[in-house]
């Protein structure tokens, strides 16, 4: 299986961009989808995540009321959108499968990355 991410790019503050997992391979409903991200000099973080059992989702706190996880199964990708972009959101950003059908924060397939940049 593999995943491919796209939507990236530069985008003024307070602007939007839309992220996109594409799946192949294997059907991505069966697992829990996580978006992370890691810029410069810093550690990877958890950005989101969407359970396949009951679509529960979870957020970073920075992240919260700004950026909304979400799936298409029929195009068996996963998507993140992310609005009132800010300079500190400026990462490149991973989607990944978790094993299981809910969010336990371990993943076992990730996608290449997507560069985010919030500058104006």
């Known amino acids: 299986g593999q995943l491919v991410e796209s939507g990236g790019g530069l985008v003024q503050p307070g602007g939007s961009l839309r992220l996109s997992c594409a799946a192949s391979?294997?059907?991505?409903?069966?697992?829990?989808v996580a978006w992370l991200r890691q810029a410069p000099g810093k550690e990877r973080e958890g950005v989101s995540c969407?359970?396949?059992?009951?679509?529960?989702?979870r957020y970073a706190d920075s992240v919260k009321g700004r950026f909304t996880i979400s799936r298409d199964i029929a195009k068996n990708t996963a998507y993140l959108q992310m609005n009132s972009l800010k300079p500190e959101d400026t990462a490149v950003y991973y989607c990944?499968?978790?094993?299981?059908?809910?969010?336990?924060?371990?993943?076992?397939?990730w996608g290449q990355g997507t560069q985010v940049t919030v500058s104006s």
């Open positions: 990944a499968t978790d094993p299981s059908t809910y969010c336990t924060g371990n993943y076992d397939l």
């Open positions: 391979g294997f059907t991505l409903d069966y697992y829990a």
């Open positions: 969407i359970s396949s059992t009951d679509g529960s989702t």
